[in-house]
C-alpha cells in the first residue's frame, strides 16, 4: 500500500491517466485482500471513471471483473453477476484471452454459489480451455481448483481429487503460495467428506501455515472455521473453540458473511461443553 501510494502520487502529478487507473486497481485488490471491501471498491470506482474517461477497454474490464469480487464477497451475487457480463462483453470485444479466462472463472463461482453446479462446470471447461491455450499456469491452477470443489458439491470426490492434485503440482511449480494454501484446504475436504479425519486435519495445517506466512486473512479465517468444524464433528468440542473463535473475528473484521455461519458453530458449542468451560477455553487460550 505504501509503494502503491507514492506510485499514485506520481501518476496523479504528472497527468499519468493510465498508470493512475492501474495503480488504483492494484490498491483495490490490495484493500479487498486485507479484507477492506469498503476501500477497495471506493479505489475500483476511481479507477473505472479514469479507464472509461481514457477508452482503456482491456483496463475497464478488468476493473468491473474486480469490482464484481467485491460484490461476491459480500454475498451480493446478483450485482455481481452484472458486472462480470459487462467484463466478459468487454474482454470477448477487445479479443482479451487472458480477462476472459478470468471472467469465465469468476462466473462460474457465482453459479456455484446458488447451487447450479452444471452451469458453473460449463463456464470453467470454457475457462480451463482457454487458459491451457494461452498458457496461463496460474489461472490453470485456479479453475482446476474451482472444478473440483464443484465436482466435490455434485458428490464426485474422485474427479474432485484428481483436479485439485494437477492444481497443487502446478501452483507449487510456480510459487502460487495463495493458491497453494487455498487447494491444501480444498483437499483436505474431500479427506473429510471420506470420513478420513486424520489425513484431512494434516492438510488443514499445511494450509493454515502457508496463509498465515503470507498473510491471507481470508484463507485463515477459512481454514481455521473447518479445522473447527472437523473437531466438532469427531465431538472434540474443546478442540474446536479456538479456531473457529479465530475465524469469527476475522470475518467480522473483514466483514465477510461467513461470520454468522461460524456464530451458529460457536454457539452449537456453547450448548455442547457449557457456557463455563467455553469461558475458561477462551480465556486460557
Excluded at 491452477?141 to 485439485?164: F, I, P, R, S
Excluded at 473429510?192 to 484431512?200: F, P, V
Amino acid at each position: 500500500m505504501d509503494y502503491l501510494k507514492k506510485s499514485l502520487a506520481i501518476q496523479q502529478q504528472i497527468g499519468d491517466k493510465s498508470g493512475e487507473g492501474t495503480t488504483l486497481n492494484n490498491l483495490a485488490t490490495t484493500a479487498h485482500a486485507k479484507g477492506d471491501y469498503d476501500t477497495a471498491l471506493d479505489y475500483l470506482k476511481k479507477s473505472l471513471a479514469i479507464r472509461q474517461q481514457i477508452g482503456d477497454k482491456s483496463g475497464e474490464g478488468t476493473t468491473l471483473n474486480n469490482i464484481s469480487q467485491i460484490f461476491k464477497a459480500r454475498g451480493d451475487y446478483d450485482t455481481a453477476l452484472d458486472y462480470l457480463k459487462k467484463s466478459l462483453a468487454i474482454q470477448q470485444q477487445i479479443g482479451d484471452k487472458s480477462g476472459e479466462g478470468t471472467t469465465l472463472n469468476n462466473i462460474s463461482q457465482i453459479f456455484k454459489a446458488r447451487g447450479d453446479y452444471d452451469t458453473a462446470l460449463d463456464y470453467l471447461k470454457k475457462s480451463l480451455a482457454i487458459r491451457q491455450q494461452i498458457g496461463d499456469k496460474s489461472g490453470e491452477g485456479t479453475t482446476l481448483n474451482n472444478l473440483a470443489t464443484t465436482a466435490h458439491a455434485k458428490g464426485d470426490y474422485d474427479t474432485a481429487l484428481d483436479y485439485l492434485k494437477k492444481s497443487l503440482a502446478i501452483q507449487q511449480q510456480i510459487g502460487d503460495k495463495s493458491g497453494e494454501g487455498t487447494t491444501l484446504n480444498n483437499i483436505s475436504q474431500i479427506f473429510k467428506a471420506r470420513g478420513d479425519y486424520d489425513t484431512a486435519l494434516d492438510y488443514l495445517k499445511k494450509s493454515l501455515a502457508i496463509q498465515q506466512q503470507i498473510g491471507d486473512m481470508n484463507g485463515i479465517a477459512v481454514s481455521q472455521t473447518n479445522i473447527g468444524a472437523l473437531y466438532f464433528d469427531i465431538r472434540k468440542f474443546d478442540h474446536a473453540v479456538l479456531p473457529l473463535l479465530e475465524a469469527y473475528q476475522i470475518f467480522r473484521q473483514i466483514g465477510s458473511p461467513n461470520a454468522q455461519t461460524v456464530e451458529q458453530w460457536l454457539n452449537a458449542l456453547v450448548g455442547k461443553i457449557g457456557e463455563q468451560r467455553f469461558r475458561e477455553i477462551m480465556e486460557a487460550g
